[in-house]
């Protein structure tokens, strides 16, 4: 195998992080997961999706049988994982592939793009600067409302939005003013 998977840096607050066993199961399915539609033995195993057993999924992660069982019931628990069973092989099916991993390039012939919403979990870029700029400006307020010091002292050497700042700080200062009349 080579290539790469995506693995978002709020996968730390996910709930099974603490579960190493449920944690290291995942991962290896997202690792091994289709990353293309394909076909298995007649069966349609579809982007996001892999064929493989228990006994499979226990021996790759050196994980006990117990273990992946749990760790499975786990992932299905909290809708990340689906199976479907048949004869002599499982296919597991992780909901939101797509999200995680991105959509391929637009090739409609080889990966169709997949329907899931986004979930909350991954926020765009655009709002995680939106959250920071309002922790920066909730911060600040605190500060200047207890006469201290932000210790915001290198502007320069950050990508800050100068205007948006200006207009947080008359805020602030408006703020102050109205408290203390």
Same mark, same amino acid.
């Given at each position: ?10 996968? @730390? %607050?996910?709930?099974?992080?603490? %579960? ?23 069966? %349609?195993?579809?982007? $996001? /999706?892999?064929? /493989? /057993? ?20 786990? @992932?299905?628990?909290? $809708? ?10 499982? +296919? ?9 991993? $991105? ?14 919403? +986004? ?36 502007? #320069? ?6 205007? +948006?700042?200006?207009? @947080?700080? @008359?805020?602030? #200062? ?8």
């Amino acid at each position: 195998m080579d290539g790469f998977i995506k693995l978002a840096r709020n996968i @730390l %607050d996910w709930e099974w992080w603490d %579960d190493i066993n449920t944690y290291r199961l995942f991962t290896y399915m997202l690792l091994i997961a289709n990353w293309q539609d394909k076909k298995y033995k007649g069966i %349609d195993v579809p982007r $996001g /999706s892999f064929v /493989s /057993s228990i006994a499979r999924l226990s021996d790759a992660t050196k994980l006990t049988v117990d273990e992946v069982r749990t760790a499975i019931k786990h @992932l299905k628990s909290t $809708g990340e994982i689906t199976s479907t069973s048949h004869s002599k092989f499982t +296919v597991f099916t992780i909901k939101n592939y797509c999200v995680y991993q $991105g959509n391929p390039e637009q090739d409609t012939e080889q990966a169709p793009i997949c329907p899931q919403a +986004v979930p909350t979990l991954f926020p765009t870029i655009e709002e995680s600067k939106k959250v920071r700029m309002k922790e920066i400006y909730t911060h600040a307020c605190v500060c200047a409302r207890k006469g201290q010091s932000t210790g915001f002292t290198n502007f #320069q050497e950050r990508d800050y939005n100068f205007d +948006v700042l200006e207009d @947080l700080i @008359l805020q602030s #200062q408006e703020e102050r003013s109205s408290y203390e009349n």
